[in-house]
């Protein structure tokens, strides 16, 4: 199940989910530049009969930013691969609970721990002018090694969204969720707020007509 067919939403997880959302869906048009590059470069192999290094360097250089960042897009829309053949049997309650400890211990770890380590990766490219062994190969390869403590900061961002969620759910499980007005709690119980999905649909033109007719018959009269 996608968070978007959820049927209860956070407002943090929502604006945390939305930050990575924009920027994986952004980093997503890459995939264009890497269909022209990968037609540019089997046509100067197989046309011009030249190999171009550096062109070919430049299309994993492409297809790595691109699916870096878009891991963390999986997390947010829980669209990644598992293999659940328990997990799908067990209840809710327990669902949220194996989710929390995988988020806990085995993901965000890891993630931070590659995180850490890019930073240095990224240094010491830089530090020497690290580039290509080939020699018509692509210089400065600590740009694309920049990349990664980004996506990985990203894909933690998505995951500590997802673990907020799964304890808000695992908090609630079992109560229908309290429907408040903003005004009335403070801004740090709003954020964490469990609230009905139906409560962020916009109403369609029927309802809006309908209020529209309410409204100007109450001007009448």
């Known amino acids: 199940m996608t968070l978007n067919q959820q049927p209860y939403r956070i407002p943090i997880v929502d604006f945390l989910n939305n930050v990575v959302k924009k920027i994986a869906e952004a980093t997503a048009w ?15 192999r197989y046309g011009f009969h030249n190999a171009l290094v550096y062109l070919e360097e430049f299309i994993w250089h492409i297809y790595a930013v691109a699916f870096m960042f878009g891991i963390a897009y999986d997390i947010v829309i829980d669209s990644h691969v598992r293999v659940d053949l328990i997990h799908m049997n067990l209840s809710a309650k327990k669902q949220h609970i194996i989710e929390i400890l995988g988020i806990l211990f085995l993901l965000l770890p890891c993630l931070i721990i590659v995180f850490d ?10 530090r020497v002018d690290e580039h290509s062994s080939a020699p018509t190969g692509l210089p400065h390869r600590w740009i694309i090694k920049a990349f990664l403590p980004m996506a990985f900061m990203l894909m933690i961002i998505a995951a500590i969204a997802r673990l ?21 709690v403070g801004m740090l119980k709003h954020l964490f707020n469990v609230r009905i999905n139906e409560m962020y649909r916009e109403p369609d033109d029927a309802q809006q007509q309908s209020a529209k007719d309410n409204n100007n018959a109450g001007d009448e009269s």
């Open 164 to 184: 907020i969620q799964e304890a808000a759910l695992l908090l609630h499980h079992g109560k229908e969720p309290v429907v408040t007005d903003p005004v009335d």
């Open 30 to 44: 890459l995939n264009v530049l890497l269909i022209g590059v990968i037609i540019t470069s089997i046509v100067w």
């Open 117 to 126: 380590h890019s930073l240095s990766w990224v240094a010491d490219s830089y």
